[in-house]
């Protein structure tokens, strides 16, 4: 069975979440007497197990991108889908360590390439730059923001001192992305060990009580099939 929940503030609220007196999840407002749940930094799967979850109405604060339609799908299904990925992953690997240990057999030791000095200078693999750099606002350095190489999954965040250093040397010419939500993501391109950010905050966040839309798909069964065929006959 697949269920969707779709979230929504249909009337967002004017009240300002940085004058709430603070909570263990977010803000209290004296206003309405509830306390407010800061969304903000909740992950699409987080968010949605707790609208699955939960039938109370909730107050939230959240970026505007995260409201939206959320999926669920069937543990048992989920599991069953694993166990057969996990199958045929060890029947594949089997079958490629048959075809190495043959192809193996088969073949002649290749004689090593030695390149030139020339050559090593223009091999990409030995230039880089080890990059760091900070990241702030107009405020202050900001902690735990990402820093991402745009297209890989090669990455860290900041300190709490907004710095930021990668491990690996990077190249000329690779792209930055500098995000954390409440924030406008930046495209950063590497031209020098040191890099300086400043992020914008994101306008676009929305307060007020949440509207949420449950919907439940189930597969129909084989009779069922059948029944719906014989009638579009």
């Given amino acids: 069975m697949h269920q969707k929940t779709t979230l929504s503030i249909k009337t967002p609220c004017s009240e300002k979440f940085d ?3 603070q909570t263990e999840k977010g803000g209290f407002c004296t206003t309405c007497q509830k306390e407010v749940i800061d969304f903000r930094d909740w992950t699409d799967e987080a968010l949605a197990n707790y609208f699955k979850n939960t039938a109370q109405k909730t107050c939230g ?13 069937n543990r048992q ?6 166990s057969a990925f996990k199958v045929g992953i060890a029947s594949f690997s089997l ?14 030791e290749k ?14 693999q ?5 990059v760091k750099g900070v990241v702030s606002d ?5 902690p735990g923001i990402n820093v991402v190489v745009k297209g890989t999954n090669i990455g860290t965040e900041t300190n709490f001192d907004g710095e930021f250093a990668f491990t690996m040397p990077l190249k000329k010419g690779d792209v930055l992305i500098v995000s954390f939500i ?52």
Avoid: C
């Avoid at 991108?65 to 669920?72: A, C, G």
């Avoid at 004689?111 to 990409?124: A, H, S």
């Avoid at 107009?138 to 900001?142: C, E, M």
């Fill in 182 to 233: 409440g924030y406008k993501t930046k495209e950063v391109i590497v031209s020098g060990a040191i890099i300086s950010v400043k992020l914008s905050p994101d306008e676009t966040l929305l307060l007020g009580e949440v509207a949420v839309a449950k919907e439940f798909h189930s597969k129909p069964s084989f009779f069922q099939r059948m029944r719906n065929w014989f009638r579009n006959e």
């Fill in 138 to 142: 107009d405020v202050a350095p900001l």
């Fill in 95 to 108: 079958l490629s360590l048959l075809a190495v240990g043959t192809a193996t057999a088969q073949t002649t």
């Fill in 111 to 124: 004689p090593e390439i030695v390149l030139t000095p020339n050559q090593q200078k223009e091999n990409p």
């Fill in 126 to 130: 030995t230039e880089g730059i080890l």
């Fill in 77 to 82: 299904e989920i599991q069953h889908k694993k």
């Fill in 61 to 73: 604060l959240f970026v505007e991108d995260q409201l939206k339609t959320y999926s669920h799908t």
């Fill in 19 to 21: 004058s709430f007196l």
